[in-house]
Nanobody, 120 residues
């Protein structure tokens, strides 16, 4: 069973930056694609970014492309989402995801989420 714990959320002004770590425990972290999703109030959960098990392949939603970077440290069982030039529409609960084998699929494991609020 993979367990995921997100952190790093908070209140930030528009134009600011945040770095969201997701620490994983359990077997085979380094074998899985890792992803970030977000859910704003009244909206469905949406894809943000994903990274392959080796870190060699990444994918981003158009809404964050060019402003965000996903990286992973398999030695620390941690994946990071660096977000820059934040906008009020980035406000959401951000969830870490694991267990998939592709940056185009969704894994079975989710964290509890971390709130990101961007003020204008």
């Amino acid at each position: 069973q993979v367990q995921l714990v997100e952190s790093g959320g908070g209140l930030v002004q528009a134009g600011g930056s945040l770095r969201l770590p997701c620490a994983a425990s359990g077997p085979a972290f380094s074998m899985y694609t890792m992803g970030w999703f977000r859910q704003a109030p009244g909206k469905e959960r949406e894809f943000v970014a994903a990274i392959s098990w080796s870190g060699g392949s990444t994918r981003y939603a158009d809404s964050v492309k060019g402003r965000s970077t996903i990286i992973r440290d398999n030695a620390k069982n941690t994946v990071y989402l660096q977000m820059n030039s934040l906008k009020p529409e980035d406000t959401a609960v951000y969830y870490c995801n694991s267990g998939s084998s592709s940056t185009f699929s969704v894994g079975d494991y989710w964290g509890q989420g971390t709130q990101v609020t961007v003020s204008s």
